[in-house]
C-alpha cells in the first residue's frame, strides 16, 4: 500500500485532456512539501515531468502541469498524443516517516 | 551529459549478499545528493536510501540494518550494500541524483536488476 493515492488506470483519447491525482496527508503533501511528477515509458527508467508542484524541466512540453492543493497534487496533460502513453508516479517528502514517498503509479492508455 | 551507470545486480541466493554500483559521468558527482530507489516488476517505485554531500546518509525504517548505501566522490561512484537478501528484493534498482536545485530525482541510471532465488 503506497503512502501517495493515485488511480491504478486512467485513458484518454488523442487531443483529449487527463488529470492524474495523487492523494497524500499532512505528514507529506499537505506539510509543505513539494509534489514531484516522473513519467516511466515502458521498458524505460523514470524520467522527471514536474519538480516543486508546478515547474517543468527544460525540454518537458507545456502540454504538461503540475498543481497541488492541501494534502493532493494533480498532474494534467493536455493535447494528449500516443507517445504519452507510460506510467506516471507522483513522489514527496513525507515528515513522519523521514522518508521519500512514492504514489502507487497510474498507467495512462490513449486509446 | 548527465549520466549515471549501474552494475551489479544478477541472480543470487536467498540469504545472500550483493553490492550494487553506480559511475557517475558528465556531471561534478561530489556536489550531489545521490539515492537508491527500486522498482519491483510490474509495482511502484520505493526510496531505499540516500547519501548527501556532506552528513551521515538515511534510509526509510522498511530497510534499515539490511542496506548501506556510500560514495566514493574520487570515483564518482554510488555504491548499495545489500545483505540478507529475500525473494522480496527481486527489483530493478536506480541509481538517482537528486537536484540541489529544484529538489528532484531529475537523473536516472537505466537499471540493474536483482533476482533472489534458490
Known amino acids: 500500500q503506497s503512502v501517495l493515492t493515485q488511480p491504478p488506470s486512467t485513458s484518454g483519447t488523442p487531443g483529449q485532456t487527463v488529470t492524474i491525482s495523487c492523494s497524500g496527508s499532512?505528514?507529506?503533501?499537505?506539510?509543505?512539501?513539494?509534489v514531484y511528477w516522473y513519467q516511466q515509458l515502458p521498458g524505460t527508467a523514470p524520467k522527471l515531468l514536474i519538480y516543486?508542484?508546478?515547474q517543468r524541466p527544460s525540454g518537458v512540453p507545456d502540454r504538461f502541469s503540475g498543481s497541488k492543493s492541501g494534502t493532493s497534487g494533480s498532474l494534467a496533460i493536455s493535447g494528449l498524443r500516443s507517445e504519452d502513453e507510460a506510467d506516471y508516479y507522483c513522489?514527496?517528502?513525507?515528515?513522519?516517516?523521514?522518508?521519500?514517498?512514492f504514489g502507487g503509479g497510474t498507467k495512462l492508455a490513449v486509446l | 551529459e548527465a549520466q549515471l551507470v549501474e552494475s551489479g545486480g544478477g541472480l543470487v541466493q536467498p540469504g545472500g549478499s550483493l553490492r550494487l554500483s553506480c559511475v557517475a559521468s558528465?556531471?561534478?558527482?561530489?556536489?550531489?545528493?545521490m539515492h537508491w530507489v527500486r522498482q519491483i516488476t510490474g509495482k511502484g517505485l520505493e526510496w531505499l536510501s540516500g547519501?548527501?554531500?556532506?552528513?551521515?546518509?538515511h534510509y526509510p525504517g522498511s530497510v534499515k540494518g539490511r542496506f548501506t548505501i556510500s560514495r566514493e566522490n574520487g570515483e564518482n561512484s554510488l555504491y548499495l550494500q545489500i545483505r540478507n537478501l529475500r525473494g522480496g528484493d527481486t527489483a530493478v534498482y536506480y541509481c538517482?541524483?537528486?537536484?540541489?536545485?529544484?529538489?528532484?530525482?531529475?537523473?536516472w541510471g537505466q537499471g540493474t536488476t536483482v533476482i533472489v532465488s534458490s
Open positions: 538517482v541524483r537528486r537536484s540541489g536545485n529544484s529538489g528532484a530525482f531529475d537523473i
Open positions: 499532512s505528514s507529506n503533501i499537505g506539510g509543505n512539501n513539494h
Open positions: 516543486r508542484n508546478n
Open positions: 513522489a514527496t517528502w513525507d515528515d513522519r516517516r523521514s522518508a521519500w514517498v
Open positions: 547519501i548527501p554531500v556532506a552528513g551521515d546518509p
Open positions: 558528465g556531471f561534478i558527482f561530489k556536489s550531489y545528493d
